[in-house]
């Protein structure tokens, strides 16, 4: 079977914002990055595998000084696989100035990559890479983009038990300038994610699920996250379930 690679973007701007979702499927990668338009500085919302590779189809390598901050919604491999490399680029392109990486508390498949990282190139990382792990109603701010991070449910099921795993995970609103950009990470329907979204210029919503599934709820329903987009000025919808060669 063969896949429009354009049914895994997204983007959307307005006068001070661009949103770019270079790639979105569920179980392959998440990476959404935003720009202030005024001043070139870059945010990151996740980073699946193949970043790079998506960052580079942008056509410069200015993301290596811009980006600041990174924020991560949870600690699966579609939502993190992309750190490591990132980190790498970063380092081989000398990059200088901090990098703050915000994760959910005890993430940690997160705090793992990052640590690995530093172990393993210790003095030779020139610039200094600070996590906060971020709980509800967290705050982080930079000079460009003001962040506040709210606690939503998403689970992994086990598959040899049966047994729902709570993972620690967030989602995000972002203010950038006078535009508000929320994002849902990974979560199925509970209260957390109706304030993330709530009132948002933009809110990009996961929906993983084509029909709302009668047993565990691991993820948004397209059903669900639609209505959730109406709670929002605008909406996207990301996260989709790529149909696997048989
Ligand atoms: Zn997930």
Redesign the pocket.
Known sequence: MSHNISNFKSQWENDEVRVNVPFSA?GVGTTIVLTSKFTGKMMMLDVGDGVLRDLLLFGSTDFVDEIDPIAI??G?F??VGGLHSLLGFMQMLDRKNPLNILIPTDCKQAIGIIKNFRDNYGDSIPFKICNHEMVEGSGFDTDFFKVQSIEVE?Y?LEKHSEVEIL?P?LGYRVQIGQTLIAYT??TRLCSGVETIVRDADLAIIEATRRETPSGPR??LSINEAEDLGKLAKNYMLIHKIPEMPS
């Open positions: 569920a919604s949870h699966h579609d939502h998403h992994s993972e995970s990470g990974d691991v993820h």
